[in-house]
């Protein structure tokens, strides 16, 4: 599978604030990369398919407003959380599918601590 | 879209034995079905995966079979041991669903001396 970059893997900021956290695939050109969010104890869930040039796909109920994806290159996805709030405080991963296989590669994750 | 279901979400088991756990599928179209482990606060990483034209695979202590029937799956680990206990997902794909994953609640699974 390709290998996939994610930064930062901590951070802590102010409510109110915006955070952005990058997604990079390393070797592989990557039309599509995912964004999930893992609560405590809890599984991932897919907020949005970031597409390459276009506009990301978000899942339902998942505000696209707040959580501004961002993939204007095959190697580089962001996620911006806009004013954030306590309740975002939680585990962000990105994931490269490189469609070879069923190659699905998570990146490190993104620990966010909204205070 | 796809809705996968877990169980246990807990599963006990003594050094040695076996554990087993258990997912169920909605979507037909699904064809891959791979299986994470996830430590705290890392990624899942990919312990075995089968797909849609196989109905078992075993790598080592660690199995997975496959009813497209039934549309379930399930994990078999063999002789745990200590380091297996993690939270252990599993999930399934479709290509038709837009290439995503979906992901089963996970299983907290604790081997005990």
């Known amino acids: 599978g390709a290998v996939v970059s994610q930064h930062p893997s901590r951070v802590i900021c102010k409510s109110g604030t915006s955070v952005k956290i990058e997604c990079r695939s390393l070797?592989?050109?990557?039309?599509?990369m995912f964004w999930y969010r893992q609560f405590p104890k809890q599984s991932l869930m897919l907020m949005a398919t970031?597409?390459?040039?276009?506009?990301?796909?978000?899942e339902q109920g998942v505000e696209k407003d707040k959580f501004l994806i961002n993939h204007a290159s095959l190697t580089l996805s962001t996620l911006t959380v806009t004013s954030a709030h306590p309740e975002d405080s939680s585990f962000y991963i990105c994931?490269?599918?490189?469609?070879?296989?069923?190659?699905?590669?998570f990146g490190s994750g993104t620990r966010l601590t909204v205070v | 879209g796809e809705n996968v279901e877990q169980h246990p979400s807990t599963l006990s088991v003594q050094e040695g034995d076996s554990a087993v756990i258990k997912c169920t599928y909605s979507?037909?179209?699904?064809?891959?079905f791979p299986w994470y482990k996830q430590e705290l606060g890392k990624r899942p990483q990919l312990i075995i995966d089968?797909?849609?034209?196989?109905g078992e695979k075993k790598d080592q202590r660690i199995a997975v079979t496959l009813n497209k029937t039934a549309k379930h799956f399930s994990l078999h680990i063999t002789e745990t041991q200590p380091e297996d206990s993690a939270v252990y997902f599993c999930?399934?794909?479709?290509?038709?669903?837009?290439?995503?994953?979906?992901f089963g609640t996970g299983t907290q699974l604790k081997v005990e001396l």
């Open positions: 994931s490269v599918y490189d469609g070879t296989n069923y190659g699905y590669t």
């Open positions: 070797d592989f050109q990557a039309t599509t």
């Open positions: 970031s597409n390459e040039g276009s506009k990301a796909t978000y």
């Open positions: 979507d037909s179209a699904s064809n891959y």
């Open positions: 089968i797909r849609s034209n196989v």
């Open positions: 999930a399934a794909f479709s290509r038709g669903g837009g290439n995503k994953l979906t």
